[in-house]
Every structure is written in C-alpha cells, then in structure tokens.
C-alpha cells in the first residue's frame, strides 16, 4: 500500500534552518505532484508548497515565499522542504501529500485533490 512517512522535524530557534523529508513507497512516484501541508494547534490545515512529478512546476504559500523550498529526488522516491529563517508562527505538524489529480501549480493548494497523506512530523520554533 502507499506509504508517505516524513521526518526530520525538530525543535528550532527563531531564524533557524531544518530540512523535512518525506519518502514515499507504494506508489509510480514520478506521477505523482507531492505537496506540503502544516497544521497548527486550533488551524485548519494550510498548504505550504507543492512541486509536480518530474519538478517542472512548484508553487508556495505567500507566507513561506523566499524562505522555504520544496524539491524531489524522484531516485530516491523522496521529497524535500528546505525551511530557512524559521518563525515562532512556522510551528505546526507538517503533511505531506501525494496527488495524481494535480498538473499545475495553480491547483496545488486544494486539499481535496491529494490521494494519500502522511502522518506528519513536528517543527517547534521557539523564540
């Protein structure tokens, strides 16, 4: 069965950096757009970034623009959230999520067309 475990969350200090990692198993991974959602404590869940199968397009939420960077290694069936210059409002559990229903970045927000979603991993950005 599809699988989508992340890693790598952690607590950080304010302007701080951390790398997430989400491997995926079970799945044609290149077919698939795989985005990062966060979800903070009393939030619903927010999109963060997505990136679409072969890396062609990528999309962020305006809140993370110029400091986190999504990517894929489609060898290693992985993606990847580069967060930098961490903020306290940046703490959340982080999702990620696989779509084969998405093929621009202008849909890539819509929670609804993912098709599996993982567990999460916490970030804590204390000041």
């Known amino acids: 069965q599809v699988q989508l475990v992340e890693s790598g969350g952690e607590l950080v200090q304010v302007g701080g950096s951390l790398r997430l990692s989400c491997a995926a198993s079970?799945?044609?991974?290149?077919?698939?757009?795989m985005g990062w959602f966060r979800q903070a404590p009393g939030k619903e869940r927010e999109f963060v970034a997505g990136?679409?199968?072969?890396?062609?397009?990528?999309a962020n939420a305006d809140s993370v623009k110029g400091r986190f960077t999504i990517s894929r290694d489609n060898s290693k069936n992985t993606v990847y959230l580069q967060m930098n210059s961490l903020k306290p409002e940046d703490t959340a559990v982080y999702h990620c999520a696989a779509s084969r229903r998405i093929y621009v970045a202008a849909v890539m927000v819509r929670t609804s067309l993912y098709d599996y979603w993982g567990q999460g991993t916490q970030v804590t950005v204390s000041s």
């Open positions: 079970g799945l044609t991974f290149t077919t698939y757009t």
């Open positions: 990136i679409t199968g072969i890396g062609g397009s990528t």
